[in-house]
């Protein structure tokens, strides 16, 4: 069940009393890590990317992408530093934002807000972990069948990806730990192998049980 359903229909006085709703463009900053120490806020529509980048020579890494019933930040909620993490939107973005000190409240005293919100911080550490882990261990062309294939999903009887679907080479580049160059060259391997076909910033496949089979003999 997302976050969203749970503060939607147990905690709907606070949404009323203290919940606002923000929108933010595709391209711009969400908010500042200042501004999170003093806000926390659930997705309601579009994607978030929640990134480090190194301002000295542009380089990004992209630790997660957010979507619908997705919270944030979870570090700072947690710990009350501040968190040097970049989140932005990739789509037009409609926010639910609380002052974060009600959050604090909720872990303190509603039981059911719990049983949702650790399984989801544990969540979040296994997907950083996992990034961590591929970084490290697998090549570029396995690191970015390993993202394909966690975003597969099954719409009107056709296989699409999830929230990676129609973003730029930059941006998958930076999901992976590489640049566009070396993906691109990654993305013509595997259309070449039949798995998949590339149109734009449009990712369709064609082969997922291979694509798959591919993950295993690594």
């Known amino acids: ?3 969203l359903d749970v503060i939607q229909q147990e ?3 606070d949404i009323s009393r203290f919940g606002r709703i923000s929108f933010v463009k595709k391209g711009e900053v969400l908010m500042r890590p200042e501004e999170c120490l003093e806000h926390f806020f659930v997705v309601l529509e579009g994607r978030v990317k929640i990134s480090q980048i190194n301002f000295e020579n542009g380089k990004e890494q992209i630790l997660y992408l957010l979507s619908k019933g997705d919270m944030y930040d979870v570090i700072s909620l947690l710990d009350g530093k501040l968190h040097e993490n970049v989140a932005m939107a990739l789509d037009d973005v409609k926010l639910l934002v609380f002052p974060i000190e009600l959050f604090r409240e909720w872990i303190e005293t509603k039981p059911s ?3 949702l919100f650790f399984p989801y911080v ?3 550490l296994r997907d950083v972990e996992n990034l961590a882990s591929d970084l490290s261990l697998y090549d570029t062309t396995t ?3 390993k993202l394909i294939a966690r975003n597969i999903e099954e719409h009107e009887g056709k296989q699409t990806l999830k929230l990676i679907n129609n973003l730029s080479h930059e941006e998958l580049a930076s999901l992976i730990g590489t640049v566009r160059k070396v993906l691109n060259r990654n993305l013509q ?3 070449r192998q039949g798995l998949i076909d590339v149109k734009r910033k449009e990712i369709c496949i064609k ?3 291979n694509l798959l089979d591919r993950l295993l003999e690594e």
């Open 1 to 3: 069940m997302y976050a």
């Open 11 to 13: 905690l709907h006085e």
């Open 113 to 115: 807000f719990n049983k």
């Open 122 to 124: 544990a969540k979040q």
């Open 143 to 145: 690191r970015l069948v």
């Open 189 to 191: 391997s595997l259309k």
């Open 207 to 209: 082969d997922s049980q």
